[in-house]
């Protein structure tokens, strides 16, 4: 690796120049623009990014970076993602994959890197639908909906991919959006932070499919009740200038209320480091009509990182066993025939 | 009821024999194995070679005394060369009346037959499906039966231990294996050795597998119950220093030696698996040597972490069996895109779906061979014996590499478990393994931009600068970018398979392992019958039949030469295998020859006579 001073890069350095085959209108440009501005102000060399995804439109992505990359299997990123990160811990291993890849096809593997706090940063583009196969319904879309696949309607429930990525146990779990630029590319610059598996939930449109699907939250009229920023140490204020608010009940129960000068003593104070996930459960599980959408992060804790745990065993085995070839072929009995 | 009488007088007459087959068999909780494999350790100790075969249950636990409960365990040791573990035991050890229903039409007629008379009880007998003792009826005339109460005498010996009486029984492998030691004349020393090691940290536990395995040796001596002692000399091995080593083992000290050769880090990502998981366990010790292990949550996820470090330039390698070898599939595929080097160890055990977990088979051919989708060649290796296992590991890691190419290299049940002697190799005897790693970008025409000579494609470590690149599923072209240019794509495809194909060129052409050219028979095999194939050939020609005999360990690309012998041979070549005819499919075809299969799929590996018979009914046909 170059000991050089890290170059300062401009957005367009992390430009593969590959022409990009998206959709025209597509939430995944946004996406792309705020990744490529986020990388370039890293300080961290273009060579060092391994960017790592599965199919689908949004797994096109690395092909659009110019950075080290795998365009890999439907809903296995994560695996190869986890080999690169154990064969070489320095490398800054990026996952990009969408609400089918990493929750359908991809689950399991997607639990186990968060499970294991692999230090992968990982962009779900949630759609809540499958773009690249023409649009059927995902494990996001809302029940009842009717796609290619379910003319009568999907029958099946959705999952809220916050909550999946917390009852894995993941470390650093946020949600933002294509059409925030600034707080995406603050999310992306957390993540990136964070030592061991990040989970980014960021709502895209699909303007073909399923277009709108995130129109309540990313309308610039419907935000203003539909999203509350998390911010840490600050109560969950939303509204009109602030007006409403996020509270416990103490029977464990949000509800929102009109802010009254924050002397509700039951008032959500935003904390992302409390070390018990169940603030984060529940906020991941707020939605409208009845609740604004949580952007921002969710939860944010140290735990060991699994290549370290995994760089560590080696570490100590190399210097309290033997490292003779010859002595291991032979193991502990021979005998020689003359 | 032909029960033996102690010896009278004197001491008891010594007879030196060539060989010995041992059949051990008890509940798989009676320490069959571990008894088998002290046994075969302590022979190749003395100097004999020595071949074993390891049969046990799929079950953990089953049910005691029941026939599907039964474990087993066959060796042969002799003075001479032997291959395989013996068709027919010298002496059978039976724990219990299921053990011996089981195992007797394995035993000689005239054969040695312990048993463990405490533990043929009305209820076990019951079990084994046994209306009467058959140590009271007819049906063991012929045989030389020593029923010993193993059990009691085991309790006795331990009578002055705190152990409960659970402990003290479980010693009762000990007892018997100490009597196998007095009737066959070997040395206590290094399984007390062994028993110090192991139960190190439980002092009591070695001390009281001690008494027993002596209260079994003076038992045999001072009741004098047998009325030959043996004893089998030592074989005349080429000079070196050996070990003891099975196939699974053999295969994780190759990731070492590959490790030390290349200079890479070995990346072994696996998902447990009969009868593979034993290369996970033993890899696992490696760290030291320069091997990671990763226990994936399937796997598709062992072999993608295994793909994902060697795009980070190290070798990933996984293990599995056939369930596990289809799941892998898709990411082959990925793997024959992307060129990198990929090691995929396939552990075969009898099938389709979880089949015969515990018994072997190579009936995984086909998959190996062809079960991906699209044009996805890889080359196809597979190991002749349990000391092979190391050689091919490290031949399937070179050509990996130096091919830029996963390769498969297939194992089974049999070698996996069978243990033998292995000369041991000297580091510096092994050849080096080396590797490139592009790292300028001015020589850097593109990601596929293939060696001339090999056809390999430039490997390039993420944090090199001024290489990002970008590698996947989709065809590329030269230069790497996407393309769904219709001639690229099949020119791609068609270099993908020239890159394999010219692999032949790398790898020793076809040769015969035993006899000539101008014979009347030829054998042909793969994998883990080369030594039943090999031992029937020598047989055959000592009794003066024209037979030769030919081993592959490459199946893709086959090796040159190949066509000319089997043209040569068409109709009078014979192809054992342990599946319905998967080689012998691909040959016929390929070389438009005609060969006659030996088709065995029992579990189990073929018996030298079986090959033998049918060698001499076609010479006889052929006549
Ligand atoms: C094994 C396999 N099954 C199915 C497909 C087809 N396929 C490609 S992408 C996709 C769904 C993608 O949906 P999502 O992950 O939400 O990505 P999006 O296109 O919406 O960004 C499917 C089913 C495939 N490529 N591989
Ligand atoms: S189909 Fe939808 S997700 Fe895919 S590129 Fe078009 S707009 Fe984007
Ligand atoms: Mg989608």
Same mark, same amino acid.
């Given at each position: 690796?170059?000991?050089?001073?890290?170059?300062?890069?401009?957005?367009?350095?992390?430009?593969?120049?590959?022409?990009?085959?998206?959709?025209?209108?597509?939430?995944?440009?946004?996406?792309?623009?705020?990744?490529?501005?986020?990388?370039?102000?890293?300080?961290?060399?273009?060579?060092?990014?391994?960017?790592?995804?599965?199919?689908?439109?949004?797994?096109?992505?690395?092909?659009?970076?110019?950075?080290?990359?795998?365009?890999?299997?439907?809903?296995?990123?994560?695996?190869?993602?986890?080999?690169?990160?154990?064969?070489?811990?320095?490398?800054?291993?990026?996952?990009?994959?969408?609400?089918?890849?990493?929750?359908?096809?991809?689950?399991?593997?997607?639990?186990?890197?968060?499970?294991?706090?692999?230090?992968?940063?990982?962009?779900?583009?949630?759609?809540?639908?499958?773009?690249?196969?023409?649009?059927?319904?995902?494990?996001?879309?809302?029940?009842?909906?009717?796609?290619?696949?379910?003319?009568?309607?999907?029958?099946?429930?959705?999952?809220?991919?916050?909550?999946?990525?917390?009852?894995?146990?993941?470390?650093?779990?946020?949600?933002?959006?294509?059409? %925030?630029?600034?707080?995406?590319? #603050?999310? *992306? !610059? /957390? &993540?990136?932070?964070?030592?061991?598996?990040?989970?980014? +939930?960021? =709502?895209?449109?699909?303007?073909?499919?399923?277009?709108?699907?995130?129109?309540?939250?990313?309308?610039?009229?419907?935000?203003?009740?539909?999203?509350?920023?998390?911010?840490?140490?600050?109560?969950?204020?939303?509204?009109?200038?602030?007006?409403?608010?996020?509270?416990?009940?103490?029977?464990?129960?949000?509800?929102?209320?009109?802010?009254?000068?924050?002397?509700?003593?039951?008032?959500?104070?935003?904390?992302?480091?409390?070390?018990?996930?169940?603030?984060?459960?529940?906020?991941?599980?707020?939605?409208?009509?009845?609740?604004?959408?949580?952007?921002?992060?969710?939860?944010?804790?140290?735990?060991?990182? %699994?290549?370290?745990?995994?760089? #560590?065993? *080696? !570490? /100590? &085995?190399?210097?309290?066993?033997?490292?003779?070839?010859? +002595?291991? =072929?032979?193991?502990?009995?021979?005998?020689?025939?003359? | 009821?032909?029960?033996?009488?102690?010896?009278?007088?004197?001491?008891?007459?010594?007879?030196?024999?060539?060989?010995?087959?041992?059949?051990?068999?008890?509940?798989?909780?009676?320490?069959?194995?571990?008894?088998?494999?002290?046994?075969?350790?302590?022979?190749?100790?003395?100097?004999?070679?020595?071949?074993?075969?390891?049969?046990?249950?799929?079950?953990?636990?089953?049910?005691?005394?029941?026939?599907?409960?039964?474990?087993?365990?066959?060796?042969?040791?002799?003075?001479?060369?032997?291959?395989?573990?013996?068709?027919?035991?010298?002496?059978?050890?039976?724990?219990?009346?299921?053990?011996?229903?089981?195992?007797?039409?394995?035993?000689?007629?005239?054969?040695?037959?312990?048993?463990?008379?405490?533990?043929?009880?009305?209820?076990?007998?019951?079990?084994?499906?046994?209306?009467?003792?058959?140590?009271?009826?007819?049906?063991?005339?012929?045989?030389?039966?020593?029923?010993?109460?193993?059990?009691?005498?085991?309790?006795?010996?331990?009578?002055?231990?705190?152990?409960?009486?659970?402990?003290?029984?479980?010693?009762?492998?000990?007892?018997?294996?100490?009597?196998?030691?007095?009737?066959?004349?070997?040395?206590?020393?290094?399984?007390?050795?062994?028993?110090?090691?192991?139960?190190?940290?439980?002092?009591?536990?070695?001390?009281?597998?001690?008494?027993?395995?002596?209260?079994?040796?003076?038992?045999?001596?001072?009741?004098?119950?047998?009325?030959?002692?043996?004893?089998?000399?030592?074989?005349?091995?080429?000079?070196?220093?050996?070990?003891?080593?099975?196939?699974?083992?053999?295969?994780?000290?190759?990731?070492?030696?590959?490790?030390?050769?290349?200079?890479?880090?070995?990346?072994?990502?696996?998902?447990?698996?009969?009868?593979?998981?034993?290369?996970?366990?033993?890899?696992?010790?490696?760290?030291?040597?320069?091997?990671?292990?990763?226990?994936?949550?399937?796997?598709?996820?062992?072999?993608?972490?295994?793909?994902?470090?060697?795009?980070?330039?190290?070798?990933?390698?996984?293990?599995?069996?056939?369930?596990?070898?289809?799941?892998?599939?898709?990411?082959?595929?990925?793997?024959?895109?992307?060129?990198?080097?990929?090691?995929?160890?396939?552990?075969?055990?009898?099938?389709?779906?979880?089949?015969?977990?515990?018994?072997?088979?190579?009936?995984?051919?086909?998959?190996?061979?062809?079960?991906?989708?699209?044009?996805?060649?890889?080359?196809?290796?597979?190991?002749?014996?349990?000391?092979?296992?190391?050689?091919?590991?490290?031949?399937?890691?070179?050509?990996?590499?130096?091919?830029?190419?996963?390769?498969?290299?297939?194992?089974?049940?049999?070698?996996?478990?069978?243990?033998?002697?292995?000369?041991?190799?000297?580091?510096?005897?092994?050849?080096?393994?080396?590797?490139?790693?592009?790292?300028?970008?001015?020589?850097?025409?593109?990601?596929?931009?293939?060696?001339?000579?090999?056809?390999?494609?430039?490997?390039?470590?993420?944090?090199?600068?001024?290489?990002?690149?970008?590698?996947?599923?989709?065809?590329?072209?030269?230069?790497?970018?996407?393309?769904?240019?219709?001639?690229?794509?099949?020119?791609?495809?068609?270099?993908?398979?020239?890159?394999?194909?010219?692999?032949?060129?790398?790898?020793?052409?076809?040769?015969?392992?035993?006899?000539?050219?101008?014979?009347?028979?030829?054998?042909?095999?793969?994998?883990?019958?080369?030594?039943?194939?090999?031992?029937?050939?020598?047989?055959?020609?000592?009794?003066?039949?024209?037979?030769?005999?030919?081993?592959?360990?490459?199946?893709?690309?086959?090796?040159?030469?190949?066509?000319?012998?089997?043209?040569?041979?068409?109709?009078?070549?014979?192809?054992?295998?342990?599946?319905?005819?998967?080689?012998?499919?691909?040959?016929?075809?390929?070389?438009?020859?005609?060969?006659?299969?030996?088709?065995?799929?029992?579990?189990?590996?073929?018996?030298?006579?079986?090959?033998?018979?049918?060698?001499?009914?076609?010479?006889?046909?052929?006549?």
């Amino acid at each position: 690796m170059s000991s050089d001073p890290v170059p300062t890069y401009k957005k367009k350095d992390f430009s593969s120049g590959l022409e990009v085959r998206w959709c025209p209108g597509c939430g995944d440009y946004s996406i792309l623009n705020a990744v490529q501005t986020a990388f370039a102000a890293m300080g961290v060399p273009r060579e060092n990014f391994v960017i790592v995804s599965g199919i689908g439109c949004s797994s096109r992505f690395p092909y659009y970076m110019d950075t080290y990359g795998i365009h890999g299997v439907h809903g296995r990123a994560p695996t190869l993602a986890t080999g690169i990160k154990l064969a070489r811990p320095e490398l800054d291993v990026w996952v990009v994959t969408g609400d089918g890849d990493g929750l359908a096809i991809g689950g399991n593997h997607l639990i186990h890197a968060m499970r294991r706090n692999v230090g992968l940063k990982i962009l779900m583009f949630n759609n809540r639908i499958y773009g690249l196969t023409k649009g059927q319904y995902s494990p996001t879309s809302e029940q009842g909906k009717v796609t290619a696949s379910t003319p009568l309607g999907s029958i099946d429930p959705p999952f809220q991919p916050l909550s999946v990525a917390l009852g894995a146990g993941a470390t650093f779990v946020a949600r933002t959006a294509d059409r %925030f630029g600034k707080h995406l590319q #603050e999310m *992306i !610059r /957390r &993540a990136a932070c964070h030592r061991g598996a990040a989970f980014i +939930e960021v =709502l895209q449109n699909c303007n073909i499919f399923n277009n709108g699907a995130w129109g309540q939250i990313t309308g610039k009229q419907e935000r203003i009740d539909n999203v509350v920023y998390l911010e840490q140490g600050q109560p969950l204020r939303f509204g009109e200038e602030g007006r409403r608010a996020l509270i416990l009940e103490e029977c464990g129960q949000p509800r929102a209320v009109e802010w009254n000068d924050g002397g509700d003593p039951r008032l959500i104070v935003h904390d992302e480091t409390r070390p018990e996930p169940s603030m984060a459960f529940l906020l991941s599980h707020l939605a409208p009509p009845e609740f604004p959408l949580p952007l921002g992060v969710l939860r944010d804790v140290p735990a060991p990182a %699994f290549e370290d745990l995994h760089h #560590e065993q *080696i !570490r /100590r &085995a190399e210097q309290s066993e033997s490292n003779d070839l010859a +002595e291991l =072929l032979a193991g502990p009995s021979t005998w020689t025939i003359e | 009821m032909t029960s033996q009488s102690p010896s009278q007088g004197g001491t008891t007459p010594r007879q030196r024999v060539e060989a010995a087959i041992i059949r051990l068999a008890g509940d798989s909780g009676d320490g069959i194995q571990l008894t088998g494999s002290r046994m075969s350790e302590t022979s190749a100790l003395a100097g004999n070679d020595v071949a074993t075969l390891p049969d046990y249950p799929a079950e953990i636990r089953a049910p005691a005394g029941t026939l599907p409960g039964v474990s087993g365990f066959q060796l042969q040791f002799a003075s001479k060369s032997v291959l395989t573990p013996g068709d027919q035991a010298d002496a059978l050890v039976a724990f219990n009346p299921a053990a011996l229903r089981v195992n007797l039409s394995g035993l000689k007629q005239g054969g040695i037959l312990i048993v463990n008379s405490d533990a043929f009880d009305a209820n076990n007998l019951r079990k084994a499906g046994y209306d009467h003792s058959p140590l009271e009826g007819h049906e063991l005339e012929g045989f030389r039966v020593y029923p010993v109460g193993i059990t009691s005498i085991t309790r006795q010996a331990l009578e002055q231990t705190d152990l409960s009486l659970r402990a003290k029984d479980r010693c009762k492998n000990f007892f018997a294996l100490g009597m196998l030691y007095w009737l066959y004349s070997r040395p206590l020393e290094p399984t007390l050795e062994w028993l110090r090691r192991k139960f190190a940290s439980q002092p009591e536990l070695a001390e009281a597998n001690e008494k027993v395995l002596r209260a079994g040796y003076n038992y045999a001596e001072t009741a004098r119950i047998f009325q030959t002692v043996y004893e089998v000399a030592h074989a005349p091995l080429p000079a070196g220093l050996y070990r003891s080593l099975d196939g699974n083992e053999a295969i994780a000290l190759a990731l070492a030696a590959v490790a030390h050769q290349s200079g890479l880090q070995v990346f072994l990502g696996s998902y447990p698996i009969t009868p593979a998981s034993t290369v996970l366990h033993r890899a696992g010790r490696l760290k030291a040597h320069g091997v990671a292990t990763f226990q994936a949550e399937d796997e598709i996820a062992a072999v993608g972490a295994a793909l994902g470090a060697s795009f980070a330039g190290a070798l990933g390698v996984t293990s599995t069996s056939g369930p596990g070898l289809a799941l892998k599939g898709e990411m082959l595929g990925l793997a024959v895109m992307m060129e990198l080097p990929l090691l995929v160890i396939c552990v075969q055990r009898g099938g389709p779906s979880t089949g015969l977990p515990t018994k072997t088979e190579q009936a995984d051919l086909d998959i190996a061979l062809h079960g991906r989708h699209g044009e996805c060649p890889m080359p196809v290796l597979a190991a002749a014996s349990p000391g092979d296992c190391f050689h091919m590991v490290f031949e399937a890691a070179r050509l990996a590499i130096r091919h830029m190419t996963p390769v498969i290299l297939l194992s089974d049940g049999y070698i996996a478990n069978g243990a033998e002697p292995f000369r041991v190799p000297a580091p510096e005897d092994l050849p080096p393994i080396p590797v490139h790693f592009h790292t300028d970008p001015e020589t850097f025409r593109g990601a596929y931009v293939r060696d001339a000579a090999t056809g390999a494609r430039p490997w390039v470590r993420p944090g090199t600068p001024g290489l990002e690149h970008r590698v996947g599923g989709l065809e590329k072209d030269a230069q790497g970018a996407v393309s769904y240019d219709p001639e690229n794509h099949e020119q791609m495809v068609r270099a993908r398979a020239a890159k394999i194909e010219g692999i032949e060129s790398d790898i020793p052409p076809a040769s015969l392992e035993e006899g000539e050219a101008e014979d009347d028979l030829l054998i042909v095999g793969w994998g883990s019958t080369w030594g039943a194939i090999t031992q029937a050939t020598r047989e055959l020609r000592q009794q003066g039949l024209k037979v030769s005999s030919l081993h592959l360990r490459y199946l893709q690309p086959l090796p040159g030469g190949l066509g000319e012998i089997l043209e040569q041979h068409s109709g009078r070549i014979l192809l054992p295998e342990l599946n319905r005819g998967q080689l012998r499919e691909v040959l016929s075809a390929r070389y438009g020859v005609t060969i006659e299969g030996l088709q065995k799929v029992q579990g189990q590996p073929f018996r030298v006579s079986e090959i033998k018979a049918r060698a001499r009914k076609m010479l006889e046909e052929t006549r």
